[in-house]
Nanobody, 121 residues
Framework: QVQLVESGGGLVQAGGSLRLSCAASGRTASSYAMGWFRQAPGKEREFVAA???????NVADSVKDRFTVSRDNAKNMVYLQMNSLKPEDTAVYYC???????????????WGQGTQVTVSS
């Protein structure tokens, strides 16, 4: 069992930056692949980025030039650095844990409660 808590969301102007954090707890938390997803109002939850225990990662093409995913296994933390934010990045961002580095949301059995990111124009 893994528990996940996101933080770092907020209101930012277009062009600004935010860093989201996800704290994972549980005996084997550091061994899981960790993913970031987002869901805007009226839209499907979509994959943003994921990172394996090894550091191997996958970032969605739509944000690849602006977002970076990283993790600190010693602290059981995962981060999503978001730069050059756009109004269309506005969404609730979720942290999730999986046994494999996958992009499909159904591959993640553990989810945090989400953190709101709002980008104003």
């Amino acid at each position: 069992q893994v528990q996940l808590v996101e933080s770092g969301g907020g209101l930012v102007q277009a062009g600004g930056s935010l860093r989201l954090s996800c704290a994972a707890s549980g005996r084997t938390a550091s061994s899981y692949a960790m993913g970031w997803f987002r869901q805007a109002p009226g839209k499907e939850r979509e994959f943003v980025a994921a990172i394996a225990w090894s550091g191997a990662n996958n970032v969605a093409d739509s944000v690849k030039d602006r977002f970076t995913v990283s993790r600190d296994n010693a602290k059981n933390m995962v981060y999503l650095q978001m730069n050059s934010l756009k109004p269309e990045d506005t969404a609730v961002y979720y942290c999730a844990a999986s046994s494999a580095l996958v992009v499909q949301r159904y591959g993640y059995p553990y989810w945090g409660q989400g953190t709101q990111v709002t980008v104003s124009s």
